[in-house]
């Protein structure tokens, strides 16, 4: 099974998590459009859409009215997404490779929900320069670590300390979620502190999804000229 499979297993039980979690998706849609303006001509590349074809899955396909200005960059077959969004393209991409794309060859590289899927710091490492890479600007939105419920198992708390969570949780049936290869607890200190250090481009972090208080359930990193798209 996916991560996607699995996910939508786990974490997607309970009406009430459906609830939030597609409330959280949709602020998150909002906060894409208000800081990268994205027009009929801008082109958008979806790093990690899934195979998974629900009403949870693939957001920006479901929310965005320029669906042939997309192109979907999976570890799938890409069959249900291109059956079920008019003009849509689909790329084949493996884990951990260059991505098949020139260099600049996209407006803006949006990806939602996995980072924290791909590995260790040397494997995020590679995903954010490649999304820097083949894009001008890029929109990058993850769990946040801080946020009361862990997303992919509704254990609240415990993953505030994960060698507590992975420690709590192995053998159960939330086992897959305790290996950090299939999931890591991402926070803007971390992130900041893994963003290549070569990079002129530094990303602005944005708490966005559903919020409590101080605590948002998602973090988003930007990095312009996102907010100059619409105006070249």
């Not at 954010?128 to 992919?152: C, N, Q, T």
């Not at 290869?181 to 250090?197: G, H, I, Q, T, V």
């Amino acid at each position: 099974m996916t991560n996607d499979a699995i996910y939508y297993r786990d974490g997607l039980k309970l009406p009430f998590a459906k609830r939030v979690m597609l409330a959280a998706r949709q602020r998150m849609y909002e906060l894409f459009v208000s800081e990268c303006r994205p027009d009929a001509s801008t082109t958008i590349v979806d790093i990690g859409a899934s195979d998974e074809e629900s009403d949870e899955a693939n957001m920006l396909e479901k929310m965005h009215p320029y669906t042939n200005m997309i192109t979907c960059a999976g570890i799938g077959t890409g069959t249900a997404i291109v059956g079920a969004y008019p003009g849509i393209r689909f790329q084949h991409i493996e884990p951990g490779a260059p991505l098949p794309f020139q260099d600049g060859q996209f407006d803006i590289a949006y990806s939602n929900a996995v980072l924290e899927h791909v590995g260790g710091p040397e494997q995020r490492l590679h995903f954010i320069r490649e999304a820097l890479r083949v894009a001008k600007a890029g929109f990058i939105a993850v769990p946040h670590r801080w946020f009361p419920i862990e997303h992919h198992t509704g254990v609240p708390f415990v993953h505030f300390a994960p060698s507590v969570f992975r420690t709590l949780l192995r053998g159960t049936r939330f086992d897959y979620w305790t290996r950090p290869e299939n999931l890591d607890f991402l926070d803007a200190a971390l992130l900041k502190r893994e963003w290549p250090s070569d990079q002129t481009k530094r990303p602005r972090f944005i708490r966005t999804g559903v919020k409590l208080g101080w605590f948002s359930s998602n973090l988003a990193l930007v990095w312009k000229p996102c907010a100059r798209l619409a105006a070249r």
